[in-house]
């Protein structure tokens, strides 16, 4: 290592040094030199007439010395007393000094800080306007999705069509319609709903999956989570794993049925949705 770089490091070390401890080691040292002055032989300074010669009063003349006020009525007229008196001098000014620098580092650091916390939440503010902005597409894409698990879930007689209603708790047996049309009112084609359904949950997969790369969400580690759990989920499970219809029939009473994986599938995204619809509608409200 250079000169130049010790040099360099030192002050790096210096600045870093708070701006309490300069103050603290500048007070420090006043009762520390009044010892040493009452503590030197009489006859090196000279006192004014009257004057004490007690720890007080070089307390006193140090606090004057080393503030670089100099009354000049205590005089130090040897070596000894103009020795010290020289040390306190250059101490009380390089660590006035070395105090200075500590300020401005300080001022320089929070200046900095304040900058990065003025970034981030701009970059906050930015991000939260791009998801308000995808909020509703999303929301509907969530709503389209609970609908089609409503009809995978409901025996169609039972199916409103107007009214979709998911229930959680529904049974395998409920499902026993999944491959007739869904009949809801949204619905105009002939598909089945077990195919509206996984094509609901693809689009909702793909909607939560291109939020994720337009907008940060690491503000919103819940929603982050869910979302990346849902795309996980829908990319894992797809219309090719759900059984058909003949081997459904063929396998009814087979444990576990041919239908479960589908049954899990449904039962863990529509919460899934129902937390995200939640999460944005709160965030939106903020």
Known sequence: ???????????????????????????????????????????????????????????????????????????????????????EVMCGLTILGFFLNAVGSMKSEIDVTTEIEKQRQLRAASMKDKLLRSVPAILHSLNNFLTYCYAATTPLAKRDTTEHRYNPDFTIDDMADIYRPSGLGIDHTDASAIHRLMKAAQQTSLALDSLQTRVDLTQWPDLLEDCFTFVADCQMFTENDVPAEAKVKENATAVPHPLMGLSEFIKSNASLARKIETELTKIASE
């Open 1 to 87: 290592m250079t000169l130049s770089d010790r040099i360099r490091h030192f002050f790096h070390v210096i600045s870093n040094v708070r701006p309490i401890v300069w103050i603290c080691l500048y007070i420090g040292l006043t009762p520390v030199f009044g010892l040493i002055y009452w503590a030197l032989p009489e006859g090196q300074f000279r006192i004014p007439d009257g004057a004490g010669t007690d720890f007080g009063s070089w307390l006193y003349y140090s606090i004057v010395t080393i503030t670089t006020l100099g009354f000049g009525d205590y005089t130090p007229a040897h070596g000894w007393a103009q020795t010290v008196t020289a040390v």
